[in-house]
């Protein structure tokens, strides 16, 4: 115990460098961190700079799904930060890389639970997705002799966060999970909250992927953070 207490330190403003020289690569959360919804927080764009003038790597690791990599390198702009796509590693991105690195089969359908983030990577990592924000328009008719009808070619269920998520979009993806053979469950995230906005916390993907857990009874593949899968690609990277 006092070997433990006497190698940990509190930062401070007198080992802070000693700190920052140490470390080659710096991974910095998005939501909360860089900003709230969209109000950048204090003290970022000179963080960043000073980093930047030592040569550091940035990575921006969001489990935000609504975005693609794209979108997200807009956003950075418009809130005054120079930074590439190549720099950004959202849950959208991880969950449409899971399907790629395992040889996901390019005839099989993804079924996406969340917005238009996730159907932009997978477009661009060559899948077709189905759902998203469409689907929140669509309404059950709950009615004697009703049978709701749903793509067998539908190999994976993406779930993100998703503003538009409604009944239609729920038994889509519990009937694609338990009557398609050998289809995925995949999560990008189960955060229970997320800063959505600038003043308040919001329900965050944990919910509707919860809701899928309970009417499916099976677990999903998480790919976001902190999942093993999302850091071993980013060491990769």
């Known amino acids: 115990m006092d070997v433990a207490r006497r190698a940990t330190q509190l930062l401070s403003s007198l080992n802070v460098g000693d700190l920052v020289d140490s470390v080659e690569a710096f991974l910095f959360d998005c939501d909360g961190v860089i900003w709230k919804g ?35 390198a807009k956003k950075f702009q418009s809130l005054g930060i120079s930074i590439n796509e190549d720099e950004i590693f959202c849950s959208s991105f991880a969950a449409a890389m899971f399907l790629k690195v395992n040889n996901f089969p390019r005839e099989k359908k993804v079924y996406v639970i969340g917005e238009e983030g996730i159907l932009e990577e997978l477009e661009l990592a060559g899948f077709t ?63 229970a909250v997320g800063h959505m906005t600038d003043l308040q916390e919001w329900p965050g993907a944990g919910c509707m992927v919860a809701a899928i857990c309970g009417s499916t009874q099976k677990e999903p593949i998480v790919v976001g953070k902190p999942s093993p899968f999302l850091m071993d690609f980013l060491v990769q990277k």
């Open 38 to 72: 969209d109000t950048l927080i204090d003290g970022v764009p000179q963080t960043l700079d000073m980093l930047r003038s030592k040569g550091k790597k940035l990575v921006f690791v969001t489990n935000n799904s609504t975005k693609s990599r794209r979108q997200y």
């Open 129 to 191: 997705g189905l759902g998203g924000p469409e689907d929140g328009k669509k309404i059950v008719q709950l009615k004697p002799n009703c049978l709701f009808e749903h793509e067998k070619t539908v190999g994976a269920v993406v779930v993100g966060l998703d503003q538009y998520i409604n009944y239609y979009k729920l038994q889509y993806g519990t009937l694609c999970i338990h009557e398609n053979p050998g289809c995925l469950f995949i999560a990008t995230n189960r955060d």
